[in-house]
């Protein structure tokens, strides 16, 4: 009987049983998900940050985007990383399906993610990120996270249900890892991997997302945190001011997502083959990170920059126009992207443009202004009435 236990048919069947049939169990499961998790996004940041000082000369601490100025020479990277991606187009152009995501094979596999799918997604994005383009990792990191989360529920024969929240938790766990922060991790796997709220999906996810920050924070990972502080006490009417700056940088932020997709439709109706497209989208990027390096890779260097910094009106006006034609073009140009990390990045730059025309006037923030405004409107109206 023991012989047959430890046989790895007799121990596979076993661990199907526990997991199946166990909500600890499969708690406990998660928990290991988080943890290779943890570990996936902390290894995919370190190749993405060593390519990236190897190609442009940086220090451990430096980020590529937050440099001041770089050698032109060392801006050949960007072609040539388009150069290596139309190389991996051209090995894959015969497969007859699109790669499965983290999205889609939830919705509509049930949670199963071809391995060979898994390794081309986060191959690619690692690839574009390491070279310079101005993507995010997240697509990397959901897909390698979800990706070895659905490996695992393959092999132990999930049920579909389970399947789905333990790739949800698993992407989510990767995000959170990576930014250090597992409730937004736990909300990209409800809302964007899930699709929806249940009881039984909380403590997977939760109990994922918590292992893989933790996992990432043991193995020294540096996630992106912004340490921010306020010493000008809030009224009633700042915070109506920043619910109508979240509804402005909520419609930026759809209008950026239809211009890249505008140029993606555009790009495909030319005569341009797939595998050129990446070239001559880092020829085109140089000249824009010439003028800006600010425009390159996630933007958490120059995130930093904004957030800290003075800067003019029309400097993140143009930081901001950079970043956008930028991002637009490297997704036209068939780069695999993601674009958390550069709606992260741009939307500093509208809240200090908010801050620097609020504050434009010494001494005066910009609710004390419209509250002035709204003062003297009210003292109009009332004489209009008592004249009357």
Not at 19 to 48: D, H, M, Q
Not at 269 to 294: C, D, F, K, N, Y
Not at 365 to 374: D, E, V
Request: hydrophobic share 50%; net charge positive; aromatic share 8%.
């Amino acid at each position: 009987m023991n012989e047959r236990l430890l046989r790895p048919s007799a121990l596979l069947y076993l661990a199907r049983r526990i997991f199946r049939s166990s909500e600890a169990s499969f708690i406990l499961l998660a928990v290991g998900v988080g943890i290779a998790a943890g570990l996936i996004a902390a290894v995919l940041g370190s190749l993405a940050h060593l390519f990236q000082s190897t190609l442009y000369d940086l220090n451990f601490d430096d980020r590529l985007s937050g440099l001041a100025i770089i050698s032109p020479i060392r801006l050949l990277a960007l072609p040539l990383g388009g150069a290596l991606l139309g190389a991996v187009i051209l090995i894959v152009r015969k497969q007859r399906r699109t790669s499965i995501d983290v999205v889609e094979a939830n919705a509509l596999h049930g949670g199963r993610i071809p391995f060979r799918d898994t390794l081309l997604v986060s191959g690619q994005t690692l690839l574009s990120n390491g070279c310079g383009a101005s993507v995010g990792l997240e697509a990397a990191y959901a897909q390698a996270g979800g990706g070895i989360a659905s490996l695992i529920g393959q092999w132990l024969n999930l049920r579909r249900n389970d399947m789905r929240v333990l790739v949800g938790a698993g992407a989510g766990a990767a995000i959170g890892a990576a930014f250090g922060a597992p409730l937004t991790g736990a909300f990209y796997a409800f809302e964007i991997v899930i699709g929806a709220y249940t009881p039984a999906s909380i403590a997977p996810v939760l109990a994922a997302t918590i292992a893989a920050v933790i996992t990432a924070r043991t193995l020294g990972a540096t996630p992106y945190l912004i340490a921010a502080t306020s010493s000008q006490n809030l009224a009633t009417l700042d915070y109506l001011i920043y619910a109508v700056l979240g509804l402005i940088a909520a419609m930026l932020g759809i209008a950026l997502m239809r211009l890249v997709s505008f140029a993606e439709a555009a790009v495909r109706h030319t005569m341009l083959p797939e595998w050129s497209r990446p070239v001559l989208g880092g020829l085109i990027l140089m000249p824009i990170a010439m003028i800006s390096p600010h425009a390159l890779s996630a933007g958490h260097g120059a995130l930093h920059l904004t957030i800290g910094g003075e800067l003019a009106l029309g400097m993140l006006t143009l930081i901001f126009g950079l970043k956008a034609s930028h991002r637009s073009c490297r997704s036209a140009s068939g780069s695999a992207a993601a674009c958390f990390s550069r709606h992260c990045s741009w939307a500093p730059c509208l809240a200090r443009s908010w801050r620097v025309f609020g504050h434009s006037f010494p001494g005066r923030s910009l609710s004390h202004r419209w509250m002035q405004r709204l003062s003297a409107w009210r003292r109009s109206r009332s004489r209009w009435w008592a004249a009357r």
